[in-house]
């Protein structure tokens, strides 16, 4: 049976070729993908900062979630400053040294990181002029400021810029220093222990405490006691101490696994299909070699196994190859999601022989599934209803096919409703999620639509005059199965990247809409590449014509709840404001309830989505953890509707910004007293502000949703790229395999124009089946997204947007079928 099937190999070649492109590109994606997953969980940012200690302890980082990944916090967690001694004091421990980060500005380098001296040696950074800082205005400076000892600086914090003397500069040891990469990393500068206490916003707590071990000791060791002896904190050794250097260190990698377990789920998916309907039109093709097998007396089981037989020896090869291509793959989207901003710049990607080898499995897997169901139509017909059908396609869609399609259509009209039902973006996941659903459905149930759609179109056909068109009509009624394997990647590729393109840019309108008109404020105020602290709101308030001040801090939060017996969270967006400044300032669309009432201890105002989502109203008390893992009970005193512009969860300004990092407001709300605007404005100009008018505020979770819009596009167009080259495959493999046609036309007097052009009306036909049947998939899941956005039928969809995706489209399928038709031609009018 070997030989049979590599003989049958060597006399296929064609279609095994396509095959053989199916599945390595499968392999190559679901590498790349798989690779960017083991990366969340095993990949990282070598050290910088904490390079000189044997261990770092910190505080736990993330919200533990059962059955799933851990969800991180987005703020810093600190420890008590009591950690410190405890730690100092375990057996093995040299040296245990607080550290902790203030955020300053400065006009010529930006953003800088201060810490204490005190904890320079856990770099080490040595001196290599001046001294130590000792009075508060003195400061230490890396190698990256040409100022030299003496010179004043002006360092920034919170928008209020202080004076400081250059009294020494360090930089970190040649030794450990040569080993680090190049950073994204702010300059680092030095103040007396303090002057950054002072400065720091969480007193009695440390960002992390360095530990040096003593000569001779292990660090594993140690960290394995400090563990032990402290169960309430984590701890790091080698290149996971770059984890604690920065919240987005530590992040990055719970971001990169949720996001390359989405895609990869997806990209599976669809990897899946497409190879499935490769092999289903390759076993297509060869309805006359079967039907003949079948008359001579061979059995079923013998066509199962030749087949198998078959698909393993070319797709063993074809997924073999394709982990070359994944692993470069991984590299590209690794790059581009760096930057992005999902993950450092410096982060490092795991490879194992994990991804490859998973690849491989899931690609044969596919492969001899597929194999089996597209061989079972051939190898169970008689031999006479086999030799019937090796030359006209059935006329009747078997009963299976048809309740399977029609069930897989009506689940995916169901979830494209999900978000009527599950608030938040778990339901526009889902409404994303359905057009899978919608396509594969449609697929199953393609030689009936294409039946349906040219009873539409083929009067018109049949009314020309040119023998090409009328030719084209009676292959296209003739070969319903041929044609829709031909629109049905089309139509995927349409469907697939107007859902994915035009969610984000549905949401990305209403939250822009909800920001734009829930701003009463004349003004709003920031500081250059920093916060505002709060005794700059003071005093800006005092300054005159300034009538009302609304400081607002964003940051986010973690909701958890149980659903069936799984417990799932939910990050939110967070805003503090002044409760009572709210009425001059901003408009969020109040339901129930008053904002005023924020002043109140314990209370909270809730979005409608985050009230849907806890089962929340006025009244109730409802549990969430803070940006930095504080848990927060607190009574619903308000829900409002604009939670797309300003966030799902609205608190008192001074409970935000003690739990979040910076301890900094994000901008300023400033209404003026009639007339005095343009006054305002310049008095807080000369403060070295930013003044914008309200239209410049970005809604709540912009920036983010800018840089998952930028993600999910580098994906889609990964995606979009397979699904293309799949299209390119499947449309060569169809219009190769019609040679014995093309030569039958050629015998009896057709030229080769008038093919090209039966074959160019065959492919608009194709085409324009597939930008309609893609277009209208796609329909379902937007109007879901749409209402669970804004209430609207209607989603945003920029017109050059769509006009492009169809016209790709429609240029990549004419191309696929042009050129293979005149390769085919030559060699028809050859034989």
Not at 134 to 152: C, Q
């Amino acid at each position: 049976m070997w030989g049979l099937a590599f003989a049958s190999i060597r006399h296929n070649r064609g279609g095994f070729v396509g095959v053989f492109v199916a599945v390595l590109l499968a392999a190559s994606l679901i590498t790349g993908l798989g690779v960017l997953l083991e990366s969340g969980l095993r990949g990282g940012v070598a050290p910088l900062r904490y390079v000189g200690a044997d261990v770092v302890v910190g505080a736990h980082q993330s919200m533990a979630v059962q059955g799933d990944v851990s969800e991180p916090f987005p703020e810093r967690v600190t420890l008590p400053e009591l950690t410190v001694a405890t730690i100092a004091a375990v057996d093995g421990v040299s040296q245990a040294i607080g550290d902790i980060t203030v955020g300053l500005t400065t006009a010529e380098h930006g953003p800088v990181d201060a810490h204490g001296w005190s904890s320079a040696a856990l770099t080490p950074y040595a001196l290599t002029a001046g001294v130590m800082p000792s009075a508060p205005t003195d400061v230490v400076v890396d190698s990256s400021f040409p100022e030299g000892l003496g010179a004043t600086i002006s360092l920034a914090h919170g928008g209020v810029p202080s004076d400081y003397v250059v009294v020494g500069k360090a930089h970190a040891v040649p030794a450990v220093d040569s080993r680090q990469p190049s950073r994204d990393r702010p300059a680092t500068v030095f103040l007396t222990d303090a002057r950054a206490t002072q400065l720091w916003p969480h007193p009695g707590q440390v960002a992390a405490v360095g530990v040096i071990a003593q000569a001779g000791t292990d660090a594993d060791h140690v960290a394995e006691t400090i563990a032990a002896e402290n169960p309430t904190v984590s701890v790091y050794t080698g290149d996971r101490r770059g984890d604690v250097e920065s919240v987005g260190s530590y992040g990055a990698r719970s971001q990169l696994t949720a996001l390359s377990s989405s895609f990869a789920g997806v990209s599976l998916m669809i990897a899946l299909f497409v190879m499935a309907n490769t092999l289903s039109l390759s076993v297509q093709q060869r309805r006359r070699e079967f039907a003949l097998l079948r008359a001579v007396g061979t059995t079923p089981a013998q066509i199962h196994q030749m087949i198998g037989r078959e698909v393993l020896s070319v797709a063993g090869v074809a997924a073999l190859l394709g982990i070359g291509p994944g692993l470069v793959l991984s590299r590209i989207l690794g790059a581009q999601f760096a930057a992005a901003g999902v993950i450092p710049r410096d982060f490092a990607l795991a490879y194992s022989p994990i991804p490859p080898l998973a690849a491989v499995l899931l690609s044969l897997a596919t492969a001899l599934g597929a194999a089996a169901v597209a061989a079972r139509r051939p190898a169970s017909m008689a031999p006479i209803d086999a030799l019937r059908e090796s030359a006209v396609e059935p006329a009747t869609l078997g009963r299976g096919r048809i309740v399977t399609g029609a069930a897989l259509v009506a689940v995916g009209l169901l979830v494209s409703l999900a978000p009527l039902v599950v608030p938040g973006m778990i339901g526009l996941t889902g409404a994303a999620a359905s057009v899978v659903f919608l396509v594969v459905g449609a697929a199953m149930l393609g030689p009936w639509i294409v039946e349906h759609a040219l009873a539409l179109v083929g009067p018109l056909l049949r009314r020309s005059s040119s023998a090409s068109v009328i030719l084209a009509d009676a292959n296209a009624r003739g070969y319903t199965r041929r044609l829709s394997s031909a629109i049905v990647p089309l139509a995927l590729a349409i469907a697939f990247g107007c859902v994915q393109l035009f969610l984000p840019t549905t949401v990305a309108a209403e939250a822009s809409t909800q920001s734009r008109q829930g701003v009463s404020a004349d003004y709003l105020v920031s500081a250059p590449a920093s916060g505002i602290s709060a005794d700059l709101v003071s005093a800006i308030a005092a300054l005159p014509g300034v009538g009302t001040v609304n400081p607002v801090a964003r940051s986010s939060a973690l909701f958890s709840r149980t659903i069936g017996e799984d417990r799932t969270v939910e990050p939110v967006s967070v805003q503090g404001i002044e409760p009572a400044a709210t009425g001059n300032t901003l408009d969020l669309k109040v339901g129930d309830g008053s904002l005023t009432r924020l002043s109140e201890p314990h209370t909270i105002a809730l979005s409608d989505d985050a009230a849907q989502l806890t089962g929340s109203s006025i009244g109730d008390s409802v549990s969430l953890h803070l940006g930095d893992g504080t848990e927060l009970t607190s009574t619903v005193v308000a829900t409002y509707g604009r939670g797309l512009g300003f966030g799902d969860v609205t608190i008192a300004n001074d409970i935000v910004r003690a739990h979040t990092s910076s301890g900094l407001n994000d901008y300023l709300l400033v209404t003026a007293d009639p007339g005095q605007s343009a006054q305002v404005a310049h008095e807080i100009t000369t403060l070295g502000l930013v003044v914008q008018d309200r239209g410049s505020l970005g809604a709540a979770g912009a920036t983010g949703r800018d840089s998952q819009s930028w993600v999910s596009t580098i994906a889609l167009l990964v995606i979009l790229g397979y699904v293309a080259l799949a299209v390119v495959n499947s449309l060569a493999m169809a219009t190769s395999a019609r040679r014995r046609e093309f030569t039958l036309l050629h015998l009896i007097g057709s030229t080769g124009r008038q093919v090209r052009t039966m074959m160019r009306v065959e492919g608009v036909l194709v085409v324009s089946f597939a930008v309609l049947i893609g277009s209208l998939l796609a329909v379902p899941p937007l109007v879901g997204i749409a209402i669970g956005v804004s209430g609207q039928l209607v989603p945003t969809v920029p017109p050059l947007t769509y006009l492009g995706i169809v016209a790709f489209t429609v240029v990549l399928g004419m191309v696929s079928i042009a050129i293979p038709t005149r390769a085919a031609l030559r060699a028809a009018v050859a034989a």
